[in-house]
């Protein structure tokens, strides 16, 4: 009588990988289209950071994945792309797309858009999002613009500005200081926003809005070594540059708001989404 053959570690692992498909492909079956595209990208995702695809390795292709989980091409491109602005992919023309380097990762990701509400209001999506809460107190104050601030505005020294002051954080420990600079000339036609107890660019755009005005935006990025007290509220380890990102805001050419984000550079990315 012939022996029942048993299976060998390869033929467990194939086996599990088996099971694991089966039940990713049943998962996504039953989730809403909306909602297939982050779920597949959570998965591959989930699979790079594990190491069950390391680094080098091509990912399949596009017809494989829509038929391994039962969706459409481009719910797999869009999932790509995901994981593509998240850095942990990288795409080569004729070749395919390989898993990056995990030194090469950025594990922080912000993302710059504005983005309009559906009463048609300009909102800034980088720190009105639920991700981030406030550790302090908002701060407004009144300033006179001094030489870096006055070139930006295009204003002479000693201009007088409303100034607000955020120090956000969210669940990860990760934090960004944000300051919004609003020209006192503005604030006069926009008196609804000095009232408030902190200028945020969401009122800002509103009120402006209101007042008949057309928003048009430009966004600046520099780096540079963070001061002592950059370093300790941001916590930047020593030798680690700090990330400013400017936004101008204009209308019919004139400055009506800067936003400044100061944060750590480290493994950190920025990404835009074109309007």
């Not at 492909?25 to 069950?52: D, F, H, N």
């Not at 023309?93 to 504005?114: C, L, N």
């Not at 295009?154 to 120090?167: I, M, N």
């Amino acid at each position: 009588m012939n022996a029942k053959p048993t299976p060998g570690k390869a033929d467990e692992a194939l086996s599990e990988t088996a099971a694991q498909a089966l039940h990713e492909a049943a998962t996504i079956a039953g989730v809403p289209a909306a909602g297939k595209t982050e779920l597949i990208a959570g998965i591959l995702r989930e699979q790079i950071l594990s190491g069950k695809l390391t680094p080098a390795t091509v990912l399949p292709s596009e017809r494989t994945l829509s038929a391994e989980y039962g969706v459409n091409r481009l719910t797999v491109q869009r999932a790509i792309a995901i994981l593509r602005n998240e850095g942990l992919v990288q795409s080569i023309h004729g070749k395919g797309v390989f898993v990056r380097r995990a030194g090469d990762w950025p594990s922080r990701t912000h993302h710059r858009t504005i983005t309009v509400d559906g009463d048609g209001n300009y909102v800034d999506s980088e720190s009105t999002g639920g991700e981030w809460r406030d550790i302090e107190p908002p701060n407004k104050y009144n300033t006179n613009a001094e030489g870096p601030l006055a070139l930006a505005f295009g204003v002479v020294e000693g201009t007088p500005f409303y100034a607000s002051d955020r120090l956000l954080e969210n669940d990860a420990g990760t934090r960004i200081f944000v300051r919004n600079y609003l020209p006192a000339s503005i604030a006069k036609k926009l008196r609804s926003i000095t009232r408030k107890p902190y200028v945020s660019a969401r009122e800002t755009f509103k009120a402006a809005k209101a007042a008949g005005m057309k928003l048009d935006f430009n966004d600046y990025v520099a780096a540079r070594n963070p001061t002592p007290s950059d370093a300790h509220s941001l916590r930047i380890p020593d030798g680690i540059p700090m990330l400013i990102t400017r936004r101008i805001t204009t209308s019919n050419g004139e400055p009506i708001l800067m936003q400044e984000t100061r944060r750590s550079a480290e493994d950190t990315q920025l990404h835009y989404r074109p309007r």
